[in-house]
């Protein structure tokens, strides 16, 4: 009796192991773009990756356009530990206002620059302040540099914007920079803003080009500036709630894969750079490029007055440009 009690505990041991040996790994990731965003196709290179280094048992399921809903709720669900996973852009400031010294204009000067500061001491400084938050970065994916585009004419210097409505995310900082600028500037979710375009509720909005692409702006706005007045960290999150139960081999195996994530992101950012303003060009839009340095000079005072308010930000834009 004793040796059948003995054997029934041992298989039972072993069922047991196997069964947890083998248990699969499923998480959501939700992502404001659709399936032709470099948001969407990097979060999908990242879940791939996991998927393959964990032999099939880290499964990652992207949602794309906004489909769990919004980014500002898509962050307070990460915290809370209803979501596991998102891609958020500029609504990061709605929880820690300091970041929003990456979308200074013109902080950035180059994708180099931008490799040095978000894989240095910047990106550690991001890193800490998120998971005080309840967020844990596992890459900081390409956003891609912003370009203006309207209805009304081609945006040359800021005084071209001058009564033109804009259309911004939700940032104070990306109001105040469009409103210096001479814009009517006003923020709205992305999800309606190719609705808002198409009936004029708003006149332009600016994006990295890819997104023009994506969201078919194309068919309700007429010129695209280049202007490049800041680029967009996109930052893979996870809620920490969700991070901290898991296997220091499991945390390894997606910031290996966020890391693969990344550079697959830079490499589409590169590629939509110089091929999408042809493609829209083809789409009938007009495309010129700006007077950068005329947009530089009008930038001083967005950041001179984001820095007298942001103490905290000070520390981060000396971190960003100590990385030039």
Same mark, same amino acid.
């Given at each position: 009796?004793?040796?059948?009690?003995?054997?029934?505990?041992?298989?039972?041991? +072993?069922?047991?192991?196997? #069964?947890?040996?083998?248990? *699969?790994?499923?998480?959501?990731?939700?992502?404001?773009?659709?399936? *032709?965003?470099?948001?969407?196709?990097?979060?999908?290179?990242?879940?791939?990756?996991?998927?393959?280094?964990?032999?099939?048992?880290?499964?990652?399921? !992207?949602?794309?356009?906004?489909?769990?809903?919004?980014?500002?709720? %898509?962050?307070?669900?990460?915290?809370?530990?209803?979501?596991?996973?998102?891609?958020? *852009?500029?609504?990061?400031?709605?929880?820690?206002?300091?970041?929003?010294?990456?979308?200074?204009?013109? /902080?950035?000067? %180059?994708?180099?620059?931008?490799?040095?500061?978000?894989?240095?001491?910047?990106?550690?400084?991001?890193?800490?302040? &998120?998971?005080?938050?309840?967020?844990? #970065?596992?890459?900081?994916?390409?956003?891609?540099?912003?370009?203006?585009?309207?209805?009304?004419?081609?945006?040359?210097?800021?005084?071209? &914007?001058?009564?033109?409505?804009?259309?911004?995310?939700?940032?104070? &900082?990306? /109001? +105040?920079?469009?409103?210096?600028?001479?814009?009517?500037?006003?923020?709205?979710?992305?999800?309606?803003?190719?609705?808002?375009?198409?009936?004029?509720?708003?006149?332009? =909005?600016?994006?990295?080009?890819?997104?023009?692409?994506? =969201?078919?702006?194309?068919?309700? =706005?007429?010129?695209?500036?280049?202007?490049?007045?800041?680029?967009?960290?996109?930052?893979? &999150?996870?809620?920490?709630?969700?991070?901290?139960?898991? @296997? %220091?081999k499991d945390k390894e195996i997606l910031?290996?894969?966020? =890391?693969?994530?990344?550079?697959?992101?830079?490499?589409?950012?590169?590629?939509?750079? @110089?091929? !999408?303003?042809?493609?829209?060009?083809?789409?009938?839009?007009?495309?010129?490029?700006?007077?950068?340095?005329?947009?530089?000079?009008?930038?001083?005072? #967005?950041?001179?007055?984001?820095? @007298?308010?942001?103490?905290?930000?000070?520390?981060l834009i000396k971190l960003i440009e100590?990385?030039?």
């Amino acid at each position: 009796m004793k040796n059948i009690i003995k054997y029934t505990v041992s298989l039972f041991c +072993l069922i047991t192991f196997i #069964v947890n040996a083998n248990a *699969e790994i499923s998480f959501k990731t939700n992502v404001p773009g659709n399936k *032709e965003s470099i948001a969407y196709k990097s979060a999908q290179k990242f879940a791939d990756e996991a998927r393959k280094a964990s032999n099939g048992e880290i499964n990652i399921k !992207v949602f794309d356009s906004s489909a769990l809903g919004d980014q500002v709720s %898509s962050i307070q669900s990460m915290i809370a530990g209803t979501l596991d996973m998102a891609t958020v *852009e500029t609504p990061i400031t709605t929880i820690d206002s300091a970041l929003g010294a990456t979308a200074l204009p013109y /902080i950035f000067i %180059s994708r180099d620059h931008i490799e040095k500061a978000l894989s240095g001491k910047a990106g550690d400084w991001i890193q800490k302040r &998120l998971n005080s938050k309840g967020l844990v #970065v596992l890459a900081y994916l390409e956003g891609g540099f912003r370009h203006i585009t309207n209805n009304k004419r081609p945006i040359v210097t800021p005084a071209d &914007l001058k009564g033109v409505k804009m259309r911004t995310p939700g940032s104070k &900082l990306r /109001i +105040l920079t469009f409103n210096t600028y001479g814009a009517n500037a006003s923020p709205l979710p992305f999800k309606e803003l190719y609705t808002a375009l198409s009936t004029k509720t708003f006149d332009g =909005q600016e994006n990295p080009i890819i997104w023009v692409k994506s =969201q078919k702006f194309y068919e309700v =706005q007429q010129y695209l500036s280049l202007t490049g007045h800041v680029y967009t960290v996109t930052y893979l &999150l996870m809620s920490k709630t969700k991070y901290d139960k898991l @296997s %220091s081999k499991d945390k390894e195996i997606l910031q290996k894969a966020g =890391q693969l994530a990344k550079d697959y992101s830079i490499k589409l950012g590169i590629e939509a750079d @110089s091929k !999408v303003a042809d493609f829209l060009k083809s789409k009938g839009m007009k495309v010129n490029q700006a007077n950068a340095k005329s947009f530089v000079d009008a930038s001083r005072p #967005v950041w001179d007055e984001w820095v @007298s308010k942001e103490k905290d930000g000070k520390e981060l834009i000396k971190l960003i440009e100590d990385s030039k």
